[in-house]
């Protein structure tokens, strides 16, 4: 038995570890790699606080998913030691497979792959290195174990993924509207049929939660300042990658390189366990890196973009509730190649036109199922007097155009 470690969160205290194979696993490399991906991807542009990383986030949930297999064991449910490690492992891992700044680069290194299937792939070479130890976390993590429960916790509308990165970014970015009970949620949760429910009395605190995930999302995560600095790294790393297979030599680290030159997708590359290595060796600092590199590039698209970056001078952006005009987007675009002396083609490098869509609640992803009184089991949308179940499960769509900004 080993001695218990203790690490101090500045969000939950303190963080016992008292299993070894689960300290082994924070302390392999493939884990370490998380301090060096930030959560928020580049949110720290508006929110100077929100500098936390995967790292940290792990953990929380780690610990979130204790307190929640304690809670039902005291309820009754039959989770064994076994079990109650695979889960903790599970969420451990979960986030293990996402690339440099998080989400904003996931589908730009690489295509077609979602960081959940990298996920896996890093908790099977753990598995192999750790004589077969993570089996029941991959069950869970895939949703092949019997106790759904255990997968719902990892993965689901109300999981413990999603009560930490809630507290946790509303506490680094200080936006004090997305604070959540958690402890209220974690007490009111409970097990039927195999299936996560939530207690009746807590249901004003899954409502608070829910407008808490829509407030931190408009304000946070989708906030356009932060949606404009990321499209703006998606396409300096995409000039990157086009000037690369012209035959132009950028200079950045062997790791980015690999994911630069080849086109890395599930379709048509075998993401083998070399590739995996090469990306457990990609983190932010090798972005961050050649970026300031790239600030000096003869291509002045690939230099404008980089310096835009580093001095923070975004390019002016766009929000609305209905699409653009193609007239707007053509007369912006005209300009661009007029003030850059650039082709119509290479515009597009130096322009963003997209559209974001948010849900409160999508029934038709999972569900919150509310334990009632008599021990029904409804669904949120129908046990909840307080909203309205179409405006919950409507789509929020908004639409957004970015280009730089005239001098």
């Known amino acids: 038995m080993m001695k218990q470690k203790v690490i101090n969160d500045p969000v939950h205290g303190f963080i016992a570890v008292n299993d070894p194979l689960i300290y082994q696993i924070i302390e392999h490399p493939f884990f370490q790699r998380l301090k060096r991906i930030k959560q928020l991807g580049l949110t720290d542009f508006v929110y100077p606080g929100a500098n936390h990383t995967r790292f940290h986030h792990a953990l929380g949930a780690y610990h979130l998913m204790r307190k929640a297999l304690f809670t039902l064991k005291q309820k009754g449910v039959e989770i064994t030691e076994e079990e109650e490690r695979g889960a903790q492992i599970a969420i451990l891992l979960h986030d293990i497979g996402h690339g440099p700044f998080s989400h904003t680069l996931e589908n730009t290194l690489i295509q077609d792959l979602a960081h959940e299937k990298i996920s896996l792939m890093f908790m099977a070479k753990l598995n192999a290195i750790f004589n077969g130890q993570l089996d029941v976390a991959i069950r869970i993590f895939k949703d092949e174990y019997p106790k759904r429960f255990l997968y719902q916790l990892v993965s689901g509308q109300l999981d413990v993924d999603r009560l930490d990165y809630l507290t946790r970014d509303s506490f680094f970015t200080g936006v004090s509207e997305g604070v959540i009970n ?48 990321e499209e703006m790294l998606v396409k300096l790393i995409l000039r990157a990658k086009h000037l690369v297979n012209q035959g132009i030599v950028l200079e950045c680290s062997k790791a980015l390189m690999f994911f630069i030159e080849n086109e890395v997708n599930q379709s048509n ?15 932010d600092i090798d972005i961050l890196a050649a970026i300031k590199v790239w600030m000096n590039s003869e291509d002045k698209i690939l230099a404008h973009l980089a310096n835009c970056l580093v001095n923070r001078n975004l390019f002016k952006i766009k929000l609305q509730d209905h699409q653009f005009e193609e007239e707007e987007i053509s007369a912006i675009r005209n300009d661009i190649i007029k003030r850059f002396g650039v082709s119509e083609k290479d515009a597009e490098y130096l322009l963003i036109n997209q559209e974001i869509t948010s849900y409160l609640y999508n029934p038709k992803h999972a569900k919150i199922k509310i334990l009632m009184k008599g021990g029904k089991v409804k669904d949120f949308a129908d046990a909840s007097d307080q909203w309205s179940s179409l405006a919950m499960q409507k789509a929020v769509s908004k639409y957004y155009c970015c280009y730089p900004k005239k001098n």
């Open 269 to 283: 590359f075998e993401f083998d366990e070399r590739t995996l290595i090469r990306y457990s060796n990609l983190d």
């Open 182 to 229: 958690y402890n209220r949620l974690i007490d009111m949760m409970d097990v039927v049929d195999n299936e996560m429910v939530v207690e009746a009395k807590g249901i004003y605190s899954v409502e608070k939660f829910l407008i808490s995930r829509r407030i931190m999302y408009w304000q946070v995560y989708l906030h356009k300042t932060v949606i404009c600095a």
